[in-house]
Each structure stands twice: as C-alpha cells, then as structure tokens.
C-alpha cells in the first residue's frame, strides 16, 4: 500500500491543482508526505475539532495525509463537527442551539450528499432558532446581510430597507431578487453570489487562519456554483497546500471549544458528552483570557479520580510513557532536557502522573496547536 | 486547593494591596501618564446599562429606577447623550473606545479601536488585576476587554468575565461532581515547575493563578444560582461587586444586555430595568459599606443606545426607527470628584465617556474622537 502512496498523491494533486491556485506538484508535495504528529494532530483539530483519538493515532501516523483526508473529509464526524462551527459562527448557541428534527438532520444529510453547505445554511437560516437569536425586521436583516452575505451594512443600507420590508410582507427586490417574506430574505441572501465568496473566505480563514489568495478565490466560487458537492474537494486542496503546512508551522491558538474537546481526548481517551462541553465552553467563552480557567479545569479533571490513567509504580517503561505522551499532547517528542525534567518528576516520590499532564495540558504550547 | 473563607479575604486584601501599590509606583514612572488634577477617585464603576434602554422607561419614569435617581440627585445627569444605532455589540463597545464602532450584530471579533483599559494600562502602568469587566451577553462580549491596534492589545487588556457564561448551572454542576482540586505539596509544586519552565522558560503565571482561585471561589458561591428576568445582568453585576471588594481594582467595568428582551416583552423589559436597578443599588451599598472604597468610588452609568418610540406588532420595541427615543439615552455620573445635582442639557456623547474615564485617572485616549463630558467634574 506504501508504494502507491506516492502515485495516488501525485494523481490526487494533478487532478485537484487544475485552476486552484497551488501547482499540481505543491499539492502532490503535500498530499503524499506521510503523517507526523503535530500535522496529524492539527489535521484532526482543525476538520474533526478534536486530537485523534487513540485509535486514530494508531491507523494514520506515517500515513499519507491524502488517505487520511480521503477518510475523514466527508464523514459523519466531519460534518457534525462543521455544523458546530456554523452554528457557533451564528452565535447558535446555549438557549439559541437548533432543537428542530430539520437542522439535527444536517450532518447526516450532508455526509449521505443528500443536500449541500449551501442548502445546509438556508436550513439553518430559516430555523425559529435563528429568529428568536435576531428578533425584530432590523436585527434579522442586518444578521441576514452580515453573516450570510457578507456585505458591510453601512454600505448597504438601502438593501437593509428593502429587506425590512420584505421581511414585514412587502414585495421588494431585496439583493437581486424578488421576495415578499421573512423566508424570501433567507433564500435571496443564500443564493447570492456574494453569500458563496464569503462563505468561502470564512471558511478558508477558519481553517488556515490565513485570508485566502485573492486569484484563488474566484475559481473556488465559480467551481461551487457549478458544483454544489465540491466543497469536500475544496477542502482537500487546502488541507494538502502549502499554506496548511505553513499554518501547522506557525501553530494557532485553540479556541476554547476545541480545547474542551481536546482536553477529554487527551485526558480521558475520549470525547466529552454534550453536557459536560457545553458548559465548559461557555464558561471558558466568559473569560477574555481563559487560560486560568482553561488550567483550573485540567486540575480538577485530573484530581477527579474518574480517568483511568495507569498507576506510576506499575508503568513499565517510563520514558516511553513520557515520550507516548508528548506525541500525543504536542505532536512531537520531547527535547533530553525535558525528557529529563518528566522522569525526575516520575522518580519523585511526590511527582504523580497527573502532575505531569497537568503540566502538559496547561503549556502555552498545549493551548497553541 | 482548599482556602476557607477567611484565608481567601486575607489573601485577596493582600493581593489586592500589593497590584494596588505596584500600579501606583508605575504610574508614577510611567512618561506617557497625563498629569493628573488632585482627584478622589481610586476606584470607578462603569456600567454600559445596555441591551437598549430608552429615558423613558428610566428618568422618564423614576419610580422604575428608583437608586439611579437617588444617584443624580447626588450626581451628574446628561440626559442628551448621543449614540450610534450600530447594534448592540458595537454600540456598547464604542462606550470603551470613544469611537463610533461598526461592528456586525453577531460578530464575534475584536474591534480595532483602543479601548479604555488598554489607555490606562499602559498609560498608567496599571498591573492585569486592576481593570475588570464583568459581562452578561455570552461568548461575544469578552471582545470588549481589548482591541488589535499594534501599539496595543492584550497584553494591556481587561481580565472579563461573562456571569451568565461562567456562573452557568451546569458547569457548576460538573465542578461538583469532579470536586475540588487537591492542595498540591510545595515538593510537588517544585517539580510542575521544573518541568514548567523547561516547556515554556519562566514566563510568569502569578497574575493566572491569582484569577484562578478567585475563580474556583467564585464557582462555589451562589452566583450560579441566581435566576429572574435579568438572571444574566444580575450574575454581571453580582461579580462586579464581589470583584469590587475582594481585589478592588481600578476600574470595574459592566455590561448589561438583559433589556433586549423588549424586542418581544415590554413589561419583561420593563421588570429587567427595575432589577437591574435594585442591582446597581446593592453595588452601590457595597461601596458604601467597604471603608475602602466608600468616598473614594465614582460610577457612570450609560446605555448604549435606546429603542423605538412606539411599540411593534409584537407589542415589543425592536431599535431601528432612527427615533431620539433610540438615538438619544441619558448618562448617570456619581462620586467624589463629580458635581452634585447638576444636569447638563448639553448634547454629549456616549463616545465622550472614555475619555472622561481616562483624564478622570490620568491617562488620554489619543485616538478616541469623544470628548472629556463637560460639566462633570465639580
């Protein structure tokens, strides 16, 4: 399988760099380079929003990100982690979250192809959830033209007329199109061509956290608008250029929801039920900086007593121990000296496991992956 | 990390004490620090009354505000203050720039602007624990403790904190059920640290673990429990004071948003006007109360914006009908330095009240285009 790693690479780059932007061979570069650590942690953060779990570690490093992409790209856990990030972006959340059958469908609908990012959006556009989060003609239709069109309202102002009135039942050509309803202001706002450019840039920024190419940008429009499904193939073109490889470079700060998720990963070898995220999230969202907080709840956490951590004097092999965990936390080994710092803290009778990944998790490293 | 009670005031006073004097000796270093009049204030309370309140439901009518009224009468009322329809998020946040802030209703970044935490912090060498922000309105609002500009940022912004977001019932719930941290042995201690530094050199983590017990005693009082039409602005304004007394820092900023409710709810906003009131009036007996504070705290107090004059289908009142109703709030100031009983017909600016806030301690919003609020001062 290793041997066509590097001809699937090669054909998966020729294939996506047509009119991208990234050459065919920048894209084979990176599709085939195998996996280490820290891309395959920042792979999984920025798609799945969350490490690999310890299965995935296991299946995909020194593997080639384009398998890697080609699994994960499309799958159910992929898409319920982007319906998070777009209901996040709306400020969906706490009371506001979606309860409706229609929106929960979303990423199931959307792994099966049974509807598009495009028609993902008007779905949760038109929820009640997303009303009552915008009450009024002035706040819904500015949101509306803000977040879904992406205009700057102080340059619009005559559009956010027109679609004060629409939205109170009067006929009007409100972005282009006619429309009479609060559902036609969704709707004429979601298939405009400018809702397609600025869903893209925000979601290239989200992922790379970088403004995407100004050339580049035209052809992914354009490639959307014709295929409504291509947006996988989109992201495997950035997940795979030069850009993303600059982006696992320079490391970016984990937002508090990924932490939260990464923390029971990391800690507890699997993700946090609903209830125990959401709560965390929010109260970490409280803080402007939450690194006390962030550091608090890793303490509490692992002083619980409820993760199944192995007992010190029972590890076989320390050094391997503190090598397993510094891939796994920060993508890379340690340095000597901090290989040495850990197992003296291990040989001390007051060193613990978990004052080691206390230290770990509350690194600035930890929280910048 | 068990602190009882005492233990926890003992320390608090004393690291209130210590970030107190270290922002003094600064200040007096500092070359870009203006020079001061001779003034009272150590300690200012700035609540953004926001969410859209109109001078009709508050002055207009005062048995609703019952506190603030006793307060301009002790104060200073500019019931002319101008403000910016630019929603809720940016609306309040020009109140900490001093310029009008366009910012997208739902957009959960930064601004650009300077805001007045960064002004004084760095103007006055003020240490991370004297400028506070207690916020009600969820994840966006922590935007307000700092913006981007280069010479800037965070490294001089607010520590904030959102009542509703961390004093949400079910995170204190799972604090619960994992329990308290253990008290970690100085041996121990020893050692996090060796490795620590070995991962990050010494960058200092003082200031965070000072926030991080206030925080774990904050999560164990019964802030979380409070509930009511303004359950939000009531936990804003319920840490504010425990804030205000355990570390008293400089500045304590608060930003209100339950009014919002009136886009459907005209007596429920009502009701939140009349709590939050009953609210400010307990921070104001805290004050009073605390021989350290008491003469020596000021308060300004200011909407972000009104709303409609007339009520919607909904017998709500959304803001957006370009009205003096929505364009045009009124402005509370209160404290030592500050005249008594006067109300300045002048029009004014929310705009102004950062750099009131920064001349009042010594410092100059360069890059704000409000004003200092004529007339305030005695």
Same mark, same amino acid.
């Given at each position: ?61 020194? *593997? ?37 059958? *229609? ?114 940008? !035209? ?22 250029? !030069? ?28 993700? !946090? ?20 907080? *962030? ?75 | ?77 500019? !019931? ?140 164990? *009082? ?157």
């Amino acid at each position: 399988m290793k041997d066509r790693i590097p001809v699937l690479g090669l054909f998966f780059g020729v294939f996506l760099g047509a009119g991208t932007g990234y050459s065919a061979q920048e894209l084979a570069g990176g599709a085939s380079a195998a996996l280490d650590g820290r891309t395959l942690r920042v792979l999984c953060l920025e798609l799945l929003g969350r490490p690999p779990l310890p299965e995935e570690w296991e299946r995909w490093l020194g *593997r080639a990100r384009s398998e890697f992409l080609a699994a994960t790209i499309g799958s159910k856990a992929f898409w319920e982690h982007w319906y998070e990030e777009q209901l996040y972006y709306f400020l969906l959340i706490n009371n506001f979250r979606p309860a409706q059958d *229609r929106q929960i469908a979303i990423p199931a609908d959307l792994a099966a192809q049974r509807c598009s990012v495009r028609e993902a959006l008007h779905r949760i556009a038109l929820s009640s959830s997303f009303d009552l989060r915008n009450p009024g003609a002035d706040t819904f239709v500015t949101v509306v033209l803000e977040q879904i069109a992406g205009l700057d309202i102080t340059r619009s102002q005559r559009e956010l007329e027109i679609g004060k009135r629409v939205y109170d039942g009067a006929s009007g050509v409100f972005l282009g199109t006619q429309g009479a309803s609060q559902a036609d202001v969704v709707r004429n706002a979601v298939m405009s061509r400018s809702s397609v450019q600025h869903f893209l840039r925000r979601e290239y920024e989200r992922l790379l956290h970088v403004k995407p190419d100004a050339a580049a940008l !035209p052809v992914w429009i354009a490639r959307l608008e014709k295929e409504p499904l291509a947006y996988g193939e989109l992201l495997r073109e950035w997940c795979t250029s !030069p850009a993303f490889d600059a982006r696992v470079a320079r490391g970016e700060t984990l937002e508090n929801r990924a932490f939260v998720r990464a923390l029971f990963v990391d800690l507890a070898g699997r993700l !946090p039920r609903f209830e125990e995220a959401e709560p965390m999230r929010e109260a970490l969202d409280a803080l402007a900086d939450s690194t006390p907080l *962030r550091s608090l709840s890793a303490r509490m956490l692992l002083d619980s007593g409820k993760l199944a951590l192995p007992k010190k004097q029972e590890l076989a092999n320390r050094e391997a121990w503190v090598r397993e965990r510094y891939l796994r936390l920060l993508g890379r080994a340690p340095t000597a000296e901090q290989l040495a710092d850990a197992l003296a803290l291990l040989e001390a009778p007051e060193g613990r496991l978990e004052t080691l990944l206390y230290a770990l998790v509350s690194s600035p490293e930890y929280n910048r992956s | 990390m068990s602190l009882d009670r005492r233990e926890f005031l003992k320390w608090s006073a004393a690291a209130g004490a210590a970030a107190s004097l270290s922002g003094y000796l600064s200040a007096q270093q500092k070359p870009g620090a203006q020079k001061a009049a001779k003034r009272k204030t150590e300690h200012l309370v700035l609540i953004a009354f926001a969410g859209g309140v109109r001078t009709r439901e508050t002055f207009g009518t005062p048995a609703n505000v019952p506190v603030m009224v006793s307060m301009a009468e002790e104060g200073v009322l500019f !019931p002319r203050a101008r403000t910016a329809n630019l929603g809720h998020f940016g609306a309040a946040l020009s109140i900490f720039t001093g310029n009008a802030e366009q910012r997208g209703i739902r957009e959960n970044v930064r601004g650009k602007d300077v805001t007045l935490f960064e002004y004084l912090r760095k103007d006055l060498g003020w240490g991370p624990n004297e400028a506070w922000i207690a916020t009600s309105g969820g994840a966006q609002q922590v935007n307000y403790a700092y913006g981007l500009h280069p010479e800037y940022g965070p490294q001089y912004g607010a520590n904030t904190l959102d009542g509703e977001g961390i004093f949400n019932r079910e995170f204190k719930q799972l604090i619960e059920t994992w329990g308290r941290p253990r008290e970690m042995p100085p041996r121990e201690k020893e050692l996090l640290q060796r490795v620590r530094r070995g991962l990050a050199g010494d960058a200092a983590t003082q200031g965070a673990e000072q926030v991080e017990r206030f925080l774990l005693e904050e999560l164990t *009082r019964g802030t979380s429990d409070l509930t009511g039409a303004n359950a939000s602005d009531a936990k804003a304004l319920r840490v504010a004071r425990n804030l205000l007394t355990l570390f008293r820092p400089r500045l304590t900023a608060v930003v209100l948003q339950d009014a919002d409710i009136a886009h459907g709810n005209y007596n429920g906003y009502l009701e939140v006007v009349r709590r939050n009131d009953a609210a400010i009036g307990e921070l104001l007996e805290a004050v009073r109360q605390n021989p350290q504070l008491n003469g020596r705290t000021s308060f300004l107090i200011v909407p972000e914006f009104g709303r409609d004059s007339d009520l919607n289908s909904r017998r709500g009142l959304d803001h957006g009908d370009g009205s003096d109703d929505l364009r045009f709030v009124t402005c509370l100031g209160w404290g030592p330095d500050f005249r008594r009983g006067s109300v300045v017909q002048e029009e004014v600016g929310v705009v102004d009240v950062a750099p009131t806030v920064c001349e009042l301690f010594g410092a100059k919003a360069r890059f704000a285009r409000g004003k200092r609020l004529p007339g305030l001062f005695a």
